[in-house]
């Protein structure tokens, strides 16, 4: 019930044409299959494993938002000094779509052989 009501919300949020085309991108087939997978692993009464298989798909999709609502909500009044302390900030700034980005960039300034004359 839960799968379901939240697929009716987010294609209420964004619409039916943008939930299509989030679901339908190449580069999401992975976490699509997981979190589905995961969805049919529940039907079939194996809530364990479906509910793990749906939180690496969603992780997988929304991986990218993550650290966007962090920053959002470093500016909140009760919560805003969590979410500002050092390991917070780190965790966010490598998690998601963020890290995929910059671990091949950090591995070339780290890289020793890239930098020795040839």
């Known amino acids: 019930m839960g799968d379901i009501l939240f697929l009716v919300g987010l294609t209420l949020t ?13 580069d999401r087939m992975r976490g699509n299959i997981a979190f589905f997978g995961g969805v049919f692993l529940v039907m079939i009464r194996w809530p364990i494993f479906g509910m793990i298989c749906q939180v690496y798909g969603l992780i997988y999709l929304f991986g990218q938002f993550f650290p966007i609502a962090a920053n959002a909500m470093r500016d909140m009044p009760v919560v805003g000094s969590l979410f500002r302390t050092p390991a917070v900030e780190n965790f966010f700034e490598n998690f998601g779509g963020a890290s995929r980005r910059t671990s091949t960039s950090r591995r070339e300034a780290f890289d020793l052989s890239a930098r020795l004359p040839v």
């Open 14 to 26: 964004i619409g039916v044409s943008r939930t299509r085309r989030f679901f339908s991108r190449r």
